[in-house]
């Protein structure tokens, strides 16, 4: 079964990606922490062999600069200029006209996320219609369709959502229970949006060196060391 997984991505200039990490880092501290979580993360997941790597990027005059970063072996979609919720629908069908049999809709804001949960929901739309990982901020970082799910659930489950709010994932729950859709759950993982996020993911990575571990996100680490000492 062909499958992809679809990565929204902003072009990373100042003021305009992590925001919400100010003042702990400045616009250009955000703006390189960003890029370095999105080149790590597209770099894992180009590892992926049953998996195409589609990059849904904003805004449109950005293509240039990501394709610098990210590189000519994915595919590039832009996202278009209307509300998540519709550009979610919109890249949804895309994948469907193109002839997946299933697909993944992934951000870059959980840089340390185990490749292994993407096999996983990869895996699970063997059998489901819909995959969902939750994260612990109350969304989600990955949520995933067969080509049936997608024709059961698509556009309800993106409808009237508020976004980026702790209710994104309970309300998700309650439209694929509306939609009678088989689930198949991931493990929760974290985001990295605010100073805590990141002082955590400092935190975290600490510990995978005590502990012995191969850091999954070596330039998302320099860039660490770089702002936060």
Known sequence: MSCCTIVFAKNPVPNQVKTRLRPLLSPEGAASLYRSF?????????????SDLVIAYTPPDGLRNLKTLIGGNAVYVPQGESGLGDRLTAMS???CEHGYDKFLIVGSDSPTLPIAYVDEAIELLDSREIVVGPSTDGGYYLIGFSKRGAARA??????GIAWSTEHVFRRTLEKVDTANAKLGLLPPWYD??????????????????????????PRTERELEKWLG
């Open 93 to 95: 069908q895309w994948a």
């Open 38 to 50: 999105l080149v790590d993360w597209c770099n894992a997941l180009s590892e992926i062999i049953a």
């Open 154 to 159: 698509i556009p309800a489950i993106f409808e």
């Open 192 to 217: 990295v949006d605010t100073p805590p996020d990141l002082q955590f993911l400092r935190d975290h990575l600490f510990a995978m060196r005590l502990a012995g571990c191969r850091a999954p996100i």
